[in-house]
Structure formats: structure tokens, C-alpha cells
């Protein structure tokens, strides 16, 4: 069933296996996009007023995948637009983020399952499913991730080239090891995985004098005074202090001010 308004070029049709994805928008497998979609239903149950979806001319959809879910639930007609212009999946993106900001794992698994269709025999051995699994053996925080993950010490740029399927993972390896040595301080901290912290300490870490083992035994030692902080620069004044307690010289890591972001 197709009915065409002329004037806007909506149609509107019930058959909800019209519609196709594309690969790189979000998923709907979420908890996230079902709370979206619940949300949806309520408001069209209250008073329905649908947006027509964006669609390409293959049908598959560019913006609306939440609202075409709502619909097909509640068994409703659906409006769709048909544009005719070539969108990207960085356009697709920059739509859905007006309505409904995109989140890390949204970005994740855009730029994954991209992945999968370019590299379908070794999409596993690609960046952002590097990335995913480093993320869920480990769980530190997103930008940590990226810290570790990536040698560019700008992390704001880091964090754009993650959503725009720029992702370059320079030493998995070594950034399993540092992220075995942290995760090894839950034994006497209960901060070991705060973001700030980690963004602290993987600063520190980079001084040449400093020592993991000296470090694990002040740590020991002194584990009381590794109190919560509410920013990377007090992290670095409290790492400092810890690392040097009982030295006769002392070691200064690093300067608060010589962070370069939290």
C-alpha cells in the first residue's frame, strides 16, 4: 500500500519489510535504542503525530529506524521521504545526532559493522573490534581506552578520528601491559579504574625514573592516601606524593600543570 503527497513527496505504506539497513547506522539492539523506542510508542499512543522517515532509493533507511520500530509495533501506517542525494554514513551520523545524540557505542558499532563488510575474513584483526575487545577485558573508561590504545597524545583528536572511522591502533600489546599493570592496583585501590586517575598515572608512567615496582610497593604501603580526586591534575600531586614517601630523593613525575588534558 503507497500513497504519494504530492506536495511533500511523502508516501506512506504498511509494508515494514520495505525498509533496509545501512551498514554503519546504529542498531536497534540495544538498551538504549529500546528505551528510545519505547519512548516513541508512548508519545504516538498520546497523540500521533509521525515524522515521515528518511529513506535512499534503494529504501534502505537513512533517518528513522526508531520511529519505523514504533510504528511496526504498534501496527501503524508509516510516512517516508525518499532523498535523492548520496548520504555517507558520516552524514547519516551528523543527521541522527540532532534528534538523538550518538553515543561511544553507537560510533563502535558503526564504524564495526563497517568493518565487517569491507574485511569479512579478518574484520576480528581491524581496529574498532580491537578496540571492543580491549574494552570489554578490561572497562576502563573511553578516553583511557584511547590513551592507551594510541600513540597521539591529543585526545580531543583522538575522539574525533574514533567517530569518524579514523581509528589507529599503534601497540596492542603494550597497551594490554599497561592496562594488566593498573588493573593490578585493585588489590589496594579501589580507584584503579577512574578515569581521572588513569589519565594521571598513564602521564606519570612516562617519566624515565619512574619504576612499576617501586610504585607497586609505595603504593602497599601508602594506599590510604590515594583518596578520590575530582580531576587528573590532583591525581598527579597525590601519585607524586606517594611514589616519594620515604625517598631520600625525590622524584618529581610530573608537574600538575605539565597535564595536558583530563
Same mark, same amino acid.
Request: proline residues 3%; contains cysteine.
Given at each position: 500500500?503507497?500513497?504519494?503527497?504530492?506536495?511533500n513527496?511523502?508516501?506512506?505504506?504498511?509494508?515494514?519489510?520495505?525498509?533496509?539497513?545501512?551498514?554503519?547506522?546504529?542498531?536497534?539492539?540495544?538498551?538504549?535504542?529500546? =528505551?528510545?523506542?519505547?519512548?516513541?510508542?508512548?508519545?504516538m499512543?498520546?497523540? !500521533?503525530?509521525?515524522?515521515?522517515?528518511?529513506?535512499?532509493?534503494?529504501?534502505?533507511?537513512?533517518?528513522?529506524?526508531?520511529?519505523?520500530?514504533?510504528?511496526?509495533?504498534?501496527?501503524?501506517?508509516?510516512?517516508?521521504?525518499?532523498?535523492?542525494?548520496?548520504?555517507?554514513?558520516?552524514?547519516?551520523?551528523?543527521?541522527?545526532?540532532?534528534?538523538?545524540?550518538?553515543?561511544? @557505542?553507537?560510533?563502535?558499532?558503526?564504524?564495526?559493522?563497517?568493518?565487517?563488510?569491507?574485511?569479512?575474513?579478518?574484520?576480528?584483526?581491524?581496529?574498532?573490534?580491537?578496540?571492543?575487545?580491549?574494552?570489554?577485558?578490561?572497562?576502563?573508561?573511553?578516553?583511557?581506552?584511547?590513551?592507551?590504545? !594510541?600513540?597521539?597524545?591529543?585526545?580531543?583528536?583522538?575522539?574525533?578520528?574514533?567517530?569518524?572511522? +579514523?581509528?589507529?591502533? @599503534?601497540?596492542?600489546?603494550?597497551?594490554?601491559d599497561?592496562a594488566d599493570?593498573?588493573?593490578?592496583?585493585?588489590?589496594?585501590?579501589?580507584?584503579?579504574?577512574?578515569?581521572?586517575?588513569?589519565?594521571?598515572?598513564?602521564?606519570?608512567?612516562?617519566?624515565?625514573?619512574?619504576?612499576?615496582?617501586?610504585?607497586?610497593?609505595?603504593?602497599?604501603?601508602?594506599?590510604r592516601?590515594?583518596?578520590? !580526586?575530582?580531576?587528573?591534575?590532583?591525581?598527579?600531586?597525590?601519585?607524586?606524593?606517594?611514589?616519594?614517601?620515604?625517598?631520600?630523593? =625525590?622524584? +618529581?613525575?610530573?608537574?600538575?600543570?605539565?597535564?595536558?588534558?583530563?
Amino acid at each position: 500500500e503507497k500513497m504519494k503527497i504530492k506536495k511533500n513527496r511523502v508516501f506512506v505504506t504498511r509494508d515494514y519489510g520495505l525498509f533496509g539497513h545501512i551498514t554503519g547506522n546504529r542498531t536497534l539492539t540495544t538498551g538504549r535504542a529500546e =528505551k528510545n523506542i519505547s519512548s516513541i510508542m508512548n508519545s504516538m499512543e498520546k497523540n !500521533c503525530l509521525p515524522l515521515p522517515i528518511l529513506v535512499r532509493a534503494d529504501m534502505s533507511i537513512v533517518e528513522g529506524q526508531h520511529r519505523l520500530e514504533a510504528l511496526k509495533r504498534l501496527k501503524l501506517p508509516v510516512p517516508y521521504i525518499i532523498t535523492t542525494q548520496d548520504v555517507s554514513v558520516e552524514d547519516i551520523q551528523r543527521i541522527n545526532n540532532i534528534s538523538n545524540n550518538w553515543n561511544t @557505542d553507537d560510533f563502535l558499532n558503526s564504524n564495526m559493522g563497517i568493518e565487517k563488510e569491507k574485511h569479512p575474513g579478518n574484520f576480528h584483526l581491524k581496529p574498532y573490534h580491537l578496540y571492543e575487545f580491549f574494552k570489554k577485558k578490561y572497562k576502563f573508561s573511553h578516553r583511557n581506552n584511547l590513551q592507551m590504545l !594510541c600513540a597521539r597524545r591529543n585526545i580531543r583528536d583522538l575522539e574525533i578520528d574514533f567517530k569518524r572511522g +579514523r581509528l589507529k591502533i @599503534d601497540d596492542l600489546q603494550g597497551a594490554q601491559d599497561k592496562a594488566d599493570y593498573i588493573t593490578s592496583f585493585k588489590v589496594y585501590i579501589k580507584e584503579y579504574r577512574n578515569r581521572n586517575f588513569v589519565t594521571a598515572f598513564l602521564y606519570v608512567m612516562k617519566h624515565p625514573r619512574f619504576s612499576r615496582r617501586t610504585w607497586l610497593r609505595k603504593m602497599s604501603q601508602n594506599s590510604r592516601k590515594i583518596v578520590h !580526586c575530582t580531576n587528573a591534575k590532583d591525581y598527579v600531586e597525590v601519585i607524586n606524593e606517594v611514589y616519594n614517601w620515604g625517598l631520600q630523593k =625525590k622524584i +618529581r613525575l610530573l608537574r600538575k600543570e605539565e597535564l595536558m588534558y583530563e
